[in-house]
């Protein structure tokens, strides 16, 4: 089971790209470290402000797929520098 997520976030406190970059890195690599899935930007690379990132997680079940991707989300939501605004999320 392959389980793709979408997510569109702000960032509120970045104020300029290098502080964005720096966000986004700390909170990537923490989610990949945490919960074993690939994340990457996928657009609004010129923009400060927003980002959108991939999440992608494979497993056996369904059900745990669904539950390693609720938590990137949680870990998402709890994050003080960002918001999380769209998601879509699919099963491929």
């Keep these: 089971m392959i389980l793709y997520a979408e997510v569109e976030c702000l960032f509120y406190n970045a104020q300029s790209l ?8 700390r909170l990537t690599m923490r989610i990949r470290k945490d919960f074993n899935v ?4 996928l657009a609004f690379h010129d923009l400060w ?7 992608v997680t494979v497993a056996n079940e369904q059900q745990h797929a669904e539950q390693v991707l609720q938590e990137v989300m949680r870990t998402l939501d709890s994050d003080f520098e960002i918001e999380r605004t769209v ?6």
């Design 38 to 41: 690939a994340i990457a930007e």
């Design 87 to 92: 998601t879509t999320i699919e099963r491929v």
């Design 18 to 25: 290098k502080e964005k970059r720096s966000i986004l890195k």
């Design 49 to 55: 402000q927003r980002t959108k990132l991939g999440i």
